[in-house]
């Protein structure tokens, strides 16, 4: 069974730090992993999907890798802006045979501060 | 495109009632999932369902939880006889192929249920 966790749970940081969020998952033959980010009360937006073939992905001050063998994804935000507060979520999808959900972490809470 | 479009955006019921979430996928996206997050908990996949078909319902509680996706119209989330502990968001999903396509998932706003 697929179990995926992210670390730290929550993390404050002053505005222009880097962000590095972690996700890691048990079962590395995953078909994709994709990052979310979900403000209170709303719902997910996709920032980044990252194939099982692919490395990494950039997009904007967005940068996520994928290291399948170790069964780690890192979401990187460069020059953090307090408009980056909110809840980032890692979700995995396992290959055809194991169906088409996904499993999702239970998220990394991210507050910048001005 | 006006996305993954989940109605109401609040909804709530007293313990005993019914409740139906209606979820419009992304125009052409003819897979729609099912997700419900419980207070201070990850999103936890329900359902899965093509047209007028269940692909696999794993996640679904057996009793008072169904779900359906008809040949015309939106798929439906179908509670019955609420009680508290079903009070959460529920999102909705949509791809528009079994592997989720070149841009993976895309995610309604949710419905948020409140049982009373």
């Known amino acids: 069974k697929q179990e995926v966790t992210q670390i730290p749970a929550a993390l404050s940081v002053p505005e222009g730090e880097n962000l590095v969020l972690n996700c890691s998952f048990t079962d590395s033959a995953i078909y994709n992993l994709q990052w979310f980010r979900q403000d209170p009360g709303k719902g997910l937006t996709s920032l980044l999907l990252?194939?099982?073939?692919?490395r990494e992905q950039t997009s904007g001050r967005l940068n996520a890798s994928l290291d399948k063998s170790s069964g780690r994804s890192t979401l990187y935000i460069a020059a953090s802006q307090p408009g980056d507060s909110a809840t980032y979520l890692c979700?995995?999808?396992?290959?055809?045979?194991?169906?088409?959900?996904?499993?999702f972490g239970g998220g990394t809470r991210v507050l910048v501060k001005p | 495109n006006a996305g993954v479009m989940q109605n109401p955006r609040h909804l709530v019921r007293r313990r005993g009632q019914e409740a139906r979430l209606r979820c419009s996928p992304v125009?052409?996206?003819?897979?729609v999932y099912w997700y419900r997050q419980l207070p201070e908990e990850g999103l936890k996949f329900m359902v899965y369902?093509?047209?007028?078909?269940?692909?696999?319902e794993s996640g679904m509680p057996k009793e008072r939880f169904s779900a359906e996706f008809p040949k015309e119209g939106p798929s439906i989330l179908r509670i019955q006889q609420v009680v508290r502990g079903d009070s959460a968001a529920y999102f909705c999903a949509s791809s528009p192929s079994r592997q989720g396509g070149l841009d993976g998932y895309t995610f309604g706003s949710g419905t948020r249920l409140t049982v009373v």
């Open positions: 125009k052409g996206h003819s897979h």
């Open positions: 369902l093509q047209k007028e078909n269940i692909i696999d």
């Open positions: 979700a995995v999808k396992l290959g055809k045979a194991a169906g088409n959900k996904l499993t």
């Open positions: 990252i194939q099982s073939s692919q």
